[in-house]
Each structure stands twice: as C-alpha cells, then as structure tokens.
C-alpha cells in the first residue's frame, strides 16, 4: 500500500474586538483575543484581558451600589415629616451600638392625620424614656386632638407643661401609686379638622429601644388628629410628655409601676397641666413592670 501524506486541517476564526460606550463617560475597545490556529505544530490561544474585564466588573459595580433606603417603620431612624424616607440615627447614650430607636421629627406646622402604634416592645438599660412626647414650648406644641393609650405598659407615666380639655381614665387602669394635681381651667377643646393630604404613620409588631416624637422646630404648633398607643409595652423606662395640647387623653386598660409601693406615685399629672373635665378611675395597685 503506498503511503499516504495526510495533513491536519487548518481551522482559523477570524480575529474580532468587542466594545461597549459608557454613556457621558468614554468608550473604550477590550480586544477578546486573537483566535486560535492550529496546524504546522502552532497552538496560539489569546485570552480576555484580565485586567480589563476587572475594571469594568468594577465600574458597573460602583454604578449599582449604594446604601438601602431607609423607610418607615425601619428601626435605628429619624423620620422628618411628612417623609417616609428616614436617616440613620446615632443614640447618643450608645454611639458604639446599633440604634434601635423609632423617631418622628415634626416640623412646627405640619398635619398629621394619623400616627398609630400597635403591639410594640419598648426598652433598653440605659435609657431615661422608652416613650416620649416632646414639643418645644407653649407657643410652639404638639396638638393632639384624641390621645388614646390603651392595652399598654410603662413602669412611670408623666405629664407636665401642657393642656388637656378632657381627660378620661378607665377604671381598667391600673397605677403602683398616682397623683393627679393639675389645674383646673376653662380652655377651648381642640379639634382638628379634615386630614385630607396628611401623612399618617402606622407601625407594629415590633421590638424597639424607644419611641419618640419630637417637634423639630418652632414658629407654630404640630397637629395630629388621632395618636394611639395599643399593646405599647416598656419594661424600663418612662413615658414622658411635655408641651403639648389635647382635646381629648382616653387610659383603658394600662398598667404603671415600677417599684410595689403604691405610697410613691409613678403615674403622674403636674400642676403645670390645665384641664377642663376631669374623670378618674385609676385603681391603685402594688405591682412592678419588669
């Protein structure tokens, strides 16, 4: 049999580049590689830059990135209203741990139709209040026309430097001790009206250092039409409120106490509060919030 010469075939892919334009940026070229040949013992085999394919994986990697927006009811935040979008919060009692602070700035003039808390754990060591209700003064408060705190738990309760036209509490209330002193005055019920184009803020089932809502400025009062508490349970600290006005304060089925004794009185309502109607049913009782 006479021999035969038989060659490898030659198989060549034509050589090609890729490019991509970064909008407003620059374009630039990336060449793929060169082909591969094979045949009269060459072997070539050309790569994809390396360098190249990490700068453009970084690049669309730093156009994606970005913190996640922080959104009510997120923990560890300030929420300025009517925003829903918050900032993250540094406490200043623990700057080295992650907050886990609910805060509502509210500008002096702002309407809110609605600010409601359900079935939420307050507390932390360390804390002076889990639950605070602050304005800046008496020209400058917090307006509330119903205020209702029912189902809910605090080991002391304090209201000073403010205004209630009617104050209703339930004899389902249960007090370690109280004294109720303010002074009685013939103000005008506060009523806010239509809540059309008001923000409403509503959170629950949660677990959280502490709540606070804060009148961020002065030049006029904020007002709220309906604020309520129910299921809001602390086992430390208190609930403070002050400047404030309200048409109407409802206390159904609380529990305040913080030490047994009823002799020292944890559920308390200063002499700087006026007060038009006034109907008490608190039932005294030595118990102690843990």
């Known amino acids: 049999m006479k021999d035969k010469k038989i060659g490898s075939p030659r198989i060549q892919f034509a050589r090609f580049k890729f490019s991509y334009k970064f909008p407003k940026f620059w374009s630039f070229r990336i060449p ?4 591969i040949y094979m045949g009269g013992g060459k072997l070539i085999i050309a790569s994809l830059s390396t360098v190249a394919l990490g700068f453009v994986a970084s690049i669309f990697l730093l156009i994606s990135s970005g913190d996640q927006q922080i959104i009510f009811p997120d923990l560890g935040a300030s929420y300025v209203a009517p925003d829903m979008v918050g900032t993250r919060l540094v406490d200043e009692e623990f700057p080295d741990q992650i907050s886990q602070t609910l805060q509502i700035n509210m500008p002096a003039g702002i309407r809110l139709d609605e600010v409601t808390l359900t079935n939420i754990s307050l507390g932390k060591a360390g804390l002076t209040d889990a639950f605070q209700i602050l304005g800046t003064s008496t020209v400058a408060r917090i307006v509330i026309d119903e205020l209702t705190i029912k189902n809910s738990e605090f080991p002391t309760m304090d209201w000073a430097n403010g205004e209630i036209y009617s104050i209703v509490v339930a004899t389902s209330t ?35 250092d502490r709540i606070l809502l804060l009148q961020s400025s002065t030049g ?16 430390t600290g208190a609930f403070n409120a002050d400047w404030f006005q309200i048409g109407t304060l409802r206390l159904e089925n609380v529990r305040i106490g913080s030490d047994g004794n009823i002799n020292t009185a944890d559920l308390v309502i200063n002499s700087s509060v006026t007060v038009n109607n006034f109907v008490d049913g608190t039932q005294e009782q030595p118990i102690m919030i843990r």
């Open 174 to 208: 249960i007090a370690d001790g109280h004294t109720f002193s303010p002074t009685m005055a013939t103000g005008t019920k506060v009523t806010i009206g239509s809540g059309r184009g008001s923000t409403s803020y509503i959170a629950e089932d949660m677990v959280v």
């Open 32 to 35: 793929i590689g060169g082909g």
């Open 220 to 235: 006029g009062d904020v007002l709220i039409d309906k604020l309520t508490l129910d299921g809001v349970r602390a086992f």
